[in-house]
């Protein structure tokens, strides 16, 4: 059954896309709504609509999906520096501050985003909100190595840090590393101040926290 909120995930794909110029090097981001975009750039590739385009995917996921529907892929080693990237969110604040990563991509869709000239953000209106963390725990990457010792610190910044596990087992990214799933009760008041701690420290790898990218949100509505 397609609900409204698939249709409202169609819609902001379809939009985003509407951005894509034949001949761009092409950011394909990760999770239920980039999914959906990559969806439509095959479809208007296949259609003759775009041609010469080349995506940089955030995910093996990603990458596997493209290849399918036949999207020439690139990596940033060939193609360093991105016109557009067009990629989910798990949260926008009305700043434009995002929590990425319930999809295990953060560190992938981060890099990503920081070559990329312009970054669409496509979600529907469950999305937004007034304070990041609200309703979605921040998704922090660590190594294996040591990832008991970021426990303590990361609650005494007022987070309860959950070790992300499928299937009964911790839960690994593309990179091979794991994922430590943090509720901040309330949300976040100090996003800079909270991922500056948590990135200080060793075996840190990133966090699901994307500040400062100034991204273009799209909203989908079911129509
Ligand atoms: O790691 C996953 C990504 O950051 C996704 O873009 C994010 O979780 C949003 O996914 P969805 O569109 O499925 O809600």
């Known amino acids: 059954m397609t609900t409204s909120q698939d249709l409202a995930k169609q819609d902001a794909a379809r939009r985003a896309v509407d951005l894509v110029r034949s ?3 092409l950011g394909l981001g990760t999770g239920s709504t980039a999914k959906l975009a990559v969806d439509e750039i095959g479809r208007r590739l296949a259609a003759g609509d775009l041609h010469d385009i080349v ?3 955030t995910s093996e996921a990603t990458e596997r999906q493209a290849a399918a529907l036949g999207i020439p892929l690139s990596t ?5 520096r991105v016109e557009l990237t067009i990629d989910g969110a798990d949260e ?4 434009g501050r995002l929590i990425k990563g319930g999809g295990g991509a953060l560190l992938r869709e981060k890099i990503v985003a920081t070559a990329s000239r312009r970054l669409a953000i496509v979600v529907d209106a469950s999305k937004l909100v007034e304070r990041l963390g609200a309703t979605f725990p921040v998704p922090i990457e660590v190594t294996p190595f040591g990832w008991t010792t970021h426990l303590d610190p990361i609650r005494a910044l007022g987070g309860e840090p959950v070790l992300r596990a499928r299937d009964g087992t911790p839960y690994r990214t593309d990179g091979g590393n794991l994922i430590l799933d943090v509720t901040f009760a309330g949300g976040l008041a100090d996003p800079e101040g909270v991922a500056a701690a948590i990135r200080a420290r060793p075996g840190v790898v990133e966090t699901g926290l994307f500040l400062g990218f100034s991204p273009e949100v799209i909203v989908g509505h079911a129509r």
């Open 23 to 25: 001949g761009m090097v």
């Open 92 to 95: 926008v604040d009305p700043h």
């Open 76 to 80: 940033l080693d060939r193609h360093p």
């Open 55 to 57: 995506g940089v995917p």
